[in-house]
């Protein structure tokens, strides 16, 4: 009960810190859910095509009913307008059907269809490797129906299209809930810089509480050690687990960015990083007891830690000494669990991932337990 109720005035405490809330709920909400939110946009728009077909052949009509398919086609009457457009920036992507398409197919030549484009970019590059594909296979089409001596009029050759387009392999595309959204990694990473922000932050509330002997005061009630130190210790994970809350209600309920992760999976490992972030916290405090030292100490430990363990990048960029490094820190664990449930990995392939987690829990608390104790008091 003790305990409870020293836990209930340290989260009062923090959350009565309005200027923390920035760093704590408002900043890391806007941040997680704009990288989401941007990358879902990017994921579904679909590159706009503008087209002039000079040919009209069955042959051009084929090749733009399979472009179709990937791309957003806008129809446009005159190439040199097209062009004008294009240079105006009003277009990204232009293609250009020549008057020849189907004759050079049909008398098994490999046709040109022209491409303009404001830069190289991914799409692009898309747009480039789809239409050679597309013009490949139709010339290999004509080929075979010439040899088969099926490619003596349009009529012909349309037939040849259609029996090749229903015979065709078809290539379903799969629910794609399992598959791992882009930046996911880098979202929730920089979301864990915040809450091992948020959770030094409240181990330099502890700190305060020693040096001004708040700590030592209510040791003198009839309040045991250990009350204390896991009401404060209790009230540090409480504090940090509102953090994750509220981030993800409002990201993913609020906002219905979807993760490719349950909300469950996600918030486990999340606050198996917070305990394991807090213990390191700890050991810090035990090391620099002093608040204002510990403050300092605290912002060097977070960032290179959230560099090596992959909070701003793929960790497959790094050198090869420094990903075998990087499985000393927490984050490392926690965001290669996260990827691997986004990318369809079931609870028993992420197991050893939170048996690290909280060995680094157990690890570093009982390291740093002396930053929790009542009786120890650094010199302010």
């Not at 664990?333 to 079931?346: N, T």
């Not at 009542?374 to 650094?378: A, D």
């Given at each position: 009960m003790n305990t409870f109720h020293i836990a209930r005035h340290f989260i009062y405490r923090l959350l009565m810190n309005k200027r923390s809330w920035v760093f704590t709920f408002i900043l890391?909400?806007?941040?997680?859910?704009?990288?989401?939110?941007?990358?879902?946009?990017?994921?579904?728009?679909?590159?706009?095509?503008?087209?002039?077909?000079?040919?009209?052949?069955?042959?051009?009509?084929?090749?733009l009913k399979q472009l179709g398919e990937s791309f957003v086609l806008s129809a446009e009457s005159d190439a040199g307008l097209m062009e004008t457009k294009l240079t105006d920036r009003k277009l990204s992507h232009a293609l250009l059907i020549p008057q020849d398409y189907g004759d050079r197919l049909m008398a098994g030549q490999m046709p040109n269809v022209r491409l303009m484009r404001l830069g190289v970019n991914e799409s692009s590059v898309m747009i480039q490797l789809a239409l050679e594909q597309r013009t490949r296979e139709w010339a290999a089409l004509a080929s075979a129906l010439a040899q088969s001596g099926k490619l003596d009029s349009e009529?012909?050759?349309?037939?040849?299209?259609?029996a090749y387009m229903n015979n065709k392999p078809v290539v379903e595309k799969l629910d794609n809930s399992q598959k791992i959204p882009v930046n996911l990694r880098i979202s929730m990473g920089l979301f864990m810089m915040f809450m091992l922000m948020t959770g030094l932050n409240s181990i330099t509330v502890m700190l305060e509480?020693?040096?001004?002997?708040t700590m030592i005061r209510t040791y003198a009630a009839p309040v045991?050690?250990?009350e204390i130190s896991v009401g404060y210790f209790g009230g540090a994970v409480v504090y940090g687990s509102i953090q994750i809350g509220i981030v993800l209600l409002l990201t993913r309920v609020l906002l219905g960015i979807d993760m490719g992760i349950s909300g469950i999976e996600q918030f486990m490992f999340l606050e198996l990083f917070l305990w394991a972030g807090l213990s390191i916290g700890c050991m810090l405090g035990a090391l620099f007891p002093s608040s204002?030292?510990?403050a300092q100490i605290g912002f060097v430990f977070v960032v290179p830690t959230s560099m090596l363990g992959g909070c701003y990048w793929p960790i497959s960029i790094m050198e090869p000494y420094m990903q075998k490094v990087s499985y000393f820190v927490p984050q490392r664990?926690?965001?290669?669990?996260?990827?691997?449930?986004?990318?369809?990995?079931?609870m028993a392939s992420v197991m050893i991932h939170a048996?690290?987690?909280l060995l680094f829990t157990i690890i570093f608390l009982g390291i740093g337990s002396a930053a929790l104790r009542?009786?120890?008091?650094?010199v302010a």
């Open positions: 890391p909400s806007c941040l997680v859910a704009f990288i989401m939110f941007q990358v879902n946009v990017h994921q579904e728009a679909k590159p706009v095509v503008a087209y002039v077909d000079q040919d009209g052949s069955v042959w051009s009509k084929a090749l009529a012909h050759a349309e037939q040849g299209i259609h509480d020693k040096q001004k002997y045991r050690s250990w204002e030292a510990y664990w926690a965001l290669d669990a996260i990827e691997k449930l986004a990318s369809g990995g079931s048996g690290v987690l009542p009786s120890n008091r650094s």
